[in-house]
């Protein structure tokens, strides 16, 4: 039953706990647990069982398990240096490219977010990988941190993503179809990034080091050190197997998303042996990963909670009768939803805006007539395009930290002007995919 007042407690000491810096899992939690202690009549003994109960079916469940062995993965690949030998082999094959070390940044960040399925993995190496090779060469230093921090958005994208798991977690939908859903419009969003820096190149060459030469008309460019040729083959040839056996696997059935998770990451270990990493590195990467995946997982738990919270006292199906009720269109209720994510990323990180939001966006969407799994890779495109968002935009601020040695005089301003031409771009694949859905639901329609 759907009590006024108690939805109203549940929601506004949510957002005044999160208002005043209160961590999203404690604030999930301590309003769930005042919503179950409001709704049984203040019984303490139901609030623990609840938490006990929700705590430990999350945590057993056998798809959790993907989060960390993901981001292992991602870990192995990322320390065994062979995203940097493919970085330069790239640049390498674009020779005939203005800006081509912009372009092998992009494509670099579309091979690492096959990988890591982080975007702030991808901005913190990204960062120390590519700025100081065009910054040392030329390029307009917001330029290339645009370059950096725009194409990291590609880490939530593309798959394997953490936001992707966590959204088919929370919703209860097939990984594996959020995984291939997010593959054509993550190489339309490279492509657009490339045109854009193409285009920019052309026009104005000072952005891109003005075209200078030095011996036998080489550019400053091609004094890049190069990798050997075995360290480059076999950096790349690793990185296509981790790919091809994980992501292949589990779209085709041989894997689970949590056993296709656990492959990679031994794929991705004897990678990173094979690159030279000895113990103290692997065991530096496990402790690196325990100290991001926990937290992650306790945010599961918490939201689990709070929706279980939240069917209790109605405050769903409230929300969603509301939303349902009124006169406006389709299209309107969807902008509404992706306005609200963009607020939203302006101040939170995006694992806990599909926290707060998913449960109750999900439905709606659902019931207004959107395919489930393109909504998936509308709402990710939507929250992830947050991260490059003033004031707060996590991204920007990841790329600030990473070239604090390297340059420590560029501002957070210049880096968020830099990165909103990328930014217009996401918004413009998030308006195709709306529009035309079958980019994302496409391929998934061919394998499942």
């Given at each position: 039953?759907f009590?006024v007042n108690?939805?109203?407690?549940l929601?506004v000491s949510l957002?005044?706990?999160?208002?005043?810096?209160?961590h999203?899992?404690?604030?999930?939690?301590?309003?769930?647990?005042?919503?179950?202690?409001?709704?049984?009549?203040?019984?303490?003994?139901?609030v623990?069982?609840m938490?006990?109960?929700?705590?430990?079916?999350?945590?057993?469940?056998?798809e959790?398990?993907v989060?960390?062995l993901?981001?292992?993965m991602?870990?192995?690949?990322?320390?065994s240096?062979?995203v940097?030998?493919v970085?330069?082999?790239?640049?390498?094959?674009?020779?005939r490219l203005?800006?081509?070390?912009?372009?092998?940044?992009?494509l670099?960040?579309?091979?690492?977010s096959?990988v890591?399925?982080?975007?702030?993995?991808?901005?913190?190496?990204?960062?120390?990988?590519?700025?100081?090779e065009m910054?040392?060469?030329?390029?307009?230093?917001?330029?290339?941190l645009?370059a950096?921090?725009?194409?990291?958005?590609?880490?939530?994208?593309?798959?394997?993503?953490?936001?992707?798991?966590?959204?088919?977690?929370l919703t209860?939908?097939?990984?594996?179809?959020?995984?291939?859903?997010?593959?054509?419009?993550?190489?339309?969003?490279?492509?657009?990034?490339?045109?854009?820096?193409?285009?920019s190149?052309?026009?104005?060459?000072?952005?891109?080091?003005g075209?200078?030469?030095?011996?036998?008309g080489?550019?400053?460019?091609?004094d890049?050190?190069?990798?050997?040729?075995?360290?480059?083959?076999?950096s790349?040839?690793?990185?296509?197997?981790?790919v091809?056996?994980?992501?292949g696997?589990?779209w085709?059935?041989v894997?689970?998303?949590t056993?296709?998770?656990?492959?990679?990451?031994?794929?991705?270990?004897?990678?990173?042996?094979?690159?030279?990493?000895?113990?103290?590195?692997?065991?530096?990467?496990?402790?690196?990963?325990?100290?991001?995946?926990?937290?992650?997982?306790?945010?599961?738990?918490?939201?689990?909670?709070y929706s279980?919270?939240?069917?209790m006292?109605g405050?769903?199906?409230?929300?969603?009768?509301?939303?349902?009720?009124?006169d406006?269109?389709p299209w309107?209720?969807l902008?509404?939803?992706?306005g609200?994510?963009?607020?939203?990323?302006?101040?939170?990180?995006?694992?806990?805006?599909?926290?707060?939001?998913?449960?109750?966006?999900?439905?709606?969407a659902?019931?207004?007539?959107y395919?489930?799994?393109?909504?998936?890779i509308?709402?990710i495109?939507?929250?992830?395009?947050?991260l490059?968002?003033?004031?707060?935009?996590?991204l920007v601020?990841?790329?600030?930290?990473a070239?604090?040695?390297?340059?420590?005089?560029?501002?957070?301003?210049?880096i968020?002007?830099?990165?909103?031409p990328?930014?217009?771009i996401?918004?413009?694949?998030?308006?195709?995919?709306?529009?035309?859905p079958?980019?994302?639901?496409?391929l998934?329609?061919?394998?499942?």
């Amino acid at each position: 039953m759907f009590d006024v007042n108690i939805a109203t407690v549940l929601v506004v000491s949510l957002l005044v706990m999160v208002a005043l810096g209160v961590h999203i899992a404690i604030a999930l939690g301590m309003a769930s647990a005042l919503g179950i202690f409001l709704v049984t009549g203040g019984s303490f003994d139901v609030v623990l069982a609840m938490l006990g109960s929700t705590a430990y079916e999350a945590l057993r469940a056998y798809e959790f398990a993907v989060i960390p062995l993901f981001m292992l993965m991602g870990e192995f690949v990322s320390r065994s240096g062979a995203v940097t030998d493919v970085y330069r082999a790239i640049h390498r094959g674009l020779q005939r490219l203005p800006g081509r070390l912009a372009v092998a940044t992009l494509l670099g960040n579309a091979i690492f977010s096959f990988v890591t399925g982080v975007s702030i993995a991808s901005a913190a190496a990204f960062s120390r990988i590519a700025y100081p090779e065009m910054k040392r060469f030329g390029y307009h230093r917001g330029f290339a941190l645009g370059a950096v921090a725009g194409s990291s958005c590609l880490g939530m994208l593309i798959p394997p993503s953490v936001l992707m798991i966590v959204w088919g977690l929370l919703t209860e939908r097939s990984i594996g179809q959020i995984f291939l859903a997010g593959v054509l419009p993550g190489l339309l969003l490279v492509s657009l990034f490339v045109c854009y820096v193409l285009v920019s190149a052309v026009a104005r060459p000072a952005l891109v080091g003005g075209g200078r030469e030095t011996a036998a008309g080489a550019t400053p460019e091609d004094d890049i050190p190069q990798a050997g040729r075995w360290q480059t083959w076999s950096s790349g040839i690793g990185i296509l197997l981790v790919v091809v056996a994980v992501l292949g696997g589990i779209w085709f059935g041989v894997f689970t998303p949590t056993e296709g998770a656990g492959a990679g990451a031994f794929i991705g270990l004897i990678l990173a042996i094979v690159k030279g990493m000895r113990l103290r590195g692997a065991i530096d990467a496990i402790l690196s990963v325990g100290r991001t995946s926990a937290p992650i997982l306790l945010l599961l738990v918490s939201a689990a909670l709070y929706s279980r919270t939240l069917a209790m006292t109605g405050v769903s199906s409230g929300i969603q009768g509301a939303f349902l009720g009124t006169d406006l269109l389709p299209w309107m209720l969807l902008a509404l939803m992706i306005g609200i994510w963009f607020i939203l990323g302006m101040v939170i990180d995006s694992i806990s805006i599909m926290l707060l939001t998913l449960t109750i966006f999900e439905p709606i969407a659902v019931s207004l007539g959107y395919d489930p799994i393109a909504f998936a890779i509308i709402g990710i495109l939507a929250i992830e395009a947050g991260l490059l968002t003033p004031p707060f935009g996590l991204l920007v601020y990841t790329v600030k930290a990473a070239i604090r040695d390297e340059d420590e005089s560029i501002s957070i301003m210049e880096i968020f002007r830099s990165s909103t031409p990328y930014w217009i771009i996401m918004l413009v694949g998030l308006i195709a995919i709306v529009n035309f859905p079958q980019i994302a639901t496409y391929l998934p329609s061919l394998v499942f």
